[in-house]
């Protein structure tokens, strides 16, 4: 079965820490997004990527980073991790740009 | 732009109970509708989705939504929840181009 994934589940950094969080999916899908989710403010965009070396900036994509190789992977990259950066993290793909989102099941970042 | 708002941030209710999530959303332009559910550390899953066609539309797990365009509505319903439906619900609506999510109703089934 097709399916995404995310690693690491967990992980505590420490401020100013590069941090890389990877997401690889077998639907190949074209679409893929990074959310992050927090109390209140359900799930914000990050970056998304509609192809290969395509990478666009989503709402709140302030000290993140993303780049798109291959159809398969889309990794996150923290240049220097901070307090506020600390969340629980989703990837997600999609066949359509803004239709029916297959997510993994996230990266819990405890940044200290 | 478009929105979503989701009224309730928690609903509380009893197992065998009926339920209702109630999801508005603003938009300028024709729009599909969805309902994802996450239970606990766990990613999130379509529960439904409206995109054209029938307004009322059926989901997993005996969910159903009803989509009402006069109202900019689009809210979710179950006769009667067990307690395996405890999770957060989040509405979203797609206009072909951008996804924008609601900031979730977290529903609790007590017995």
């Known amino acids: 079965d097709a399916e995404i994934t995310q690693s690491p589940r967990h992980k505590i950094t420490e401020t100013g820490r590069q941090v890389t969080l990877a997401c690889h999916q077998t639907?190949?899908?074209?679409?893929m997004f990074w959310y992050r989710q927090d109390l209140g403010h359900g799930l914000r965009l990050i970056h998304y990527?509609?192809?290969?070396?395509?990478?666009n900036k989503g709402e709140v994509s302030d000290g993140y980073s993303v780049s798109r190789s291959n159809t398969e992977d889309l990794p996150l990259t923290l240049e220097s991790a901070a307090s506020s950066q600390t969340s629980v993290y989703f990837c997600a793909s999609s066949e359509r740009p803004a239709g029916e989102l297959f997510f993994g099941e996230g990266s819990r970042l405890t940044v200290l | 732009a478009q929105s979503v708002t989701q009224l309730d941030s928690q609903v509380p209710v009893f197992e065998e109970a009926p339920v209702e999530l109630r999801c508005n959303y603003s938009?300028?332009?024709?729009?599909?509708l969805f309902w994802y559910v996450q239970y606990p550390n766990q990613g999130l899953q379509l529960l439904l989705k409206y995109l054209s066609g029938s307004t009322l539309v059926k989901g997993i797990n005996g969910f159903e939504a009803e989509f009402n365009k006069s109202q900019t509505s689009f809210h979710l319903r179950k006769p009667s929840v067990h307690i395996s439906d405890t999770a957060e619900y989040f509405c979203?609506?797609?206009?072909?181009?951008?996804?924008?999510f609601g900031a979730g109703t977290t529903v609790t089934v007590r017995a």
């Open positions: 639907w190949n899908h074209n679409n």
């Open positions: 938009s300028s332009v024709s729009v599909y």
């Open positions: 990527s509609y192809g290969v070396q395509d990478t």
């Open positions: 979203a609506v797609s206009d072909d181009y951008k996804l924008s």
